[in-house]
């Protein structure tokens, strides 16, 4: 199946935060803001069937990039963040290397990563 990787996405990448050993107050991890070219296609029932039960009820899209991305990475499609749920990677592959990315949309709580 031949992908044209033709969409610049914007992914936020965010680090583990760390708790201090001597206040226990928390410190969030750094954020990472980066592009990638990808597909965005419609997510298929068995794609869905990947994605955490709580989340089937939300729109679903299928990426497909050589940028390799892990979840809870955010990408903004058309406006709208959504939340990386589940990466296969089929980099090796020896004729169309790339990653297929399951999003889901966050809830619209103001859209902030």
């Known amino acids: ?5 033709n969409e610049t996405l914007s992914v936020t990448r965010k680090e583990a935060g760390s708790y201090s050993n001597t206040t226990g ?42 940028t390799k991305l892990k979840n809870n990475d955010f990408i903004t499609i058309d406006s709208n963040v959504y939340e990386v749920d589940n990466v296969r990677d089929y980099s090796r592959h020896p004729f169309l290397a790339h990653y297929e990315v399951l999003v889901t949309r966050k809830k619209d709580e103001g859209q902030r990563i």
């Open 1 to 5: 199946m031949p992908f044209t990787f």
């Open 25 to 66: 107050n928390y410190t969030a991890g750094a954020s990472t803001i980066f592009s990638i070219t990808a597909s965005v296609q419609p997510a298929s029932g068995k794609q869905l069937e990947r994605i955490p039960e709580n989340r089937r009820e939300r729109d679903a899209k299928a990426i497909y990039t050589r």
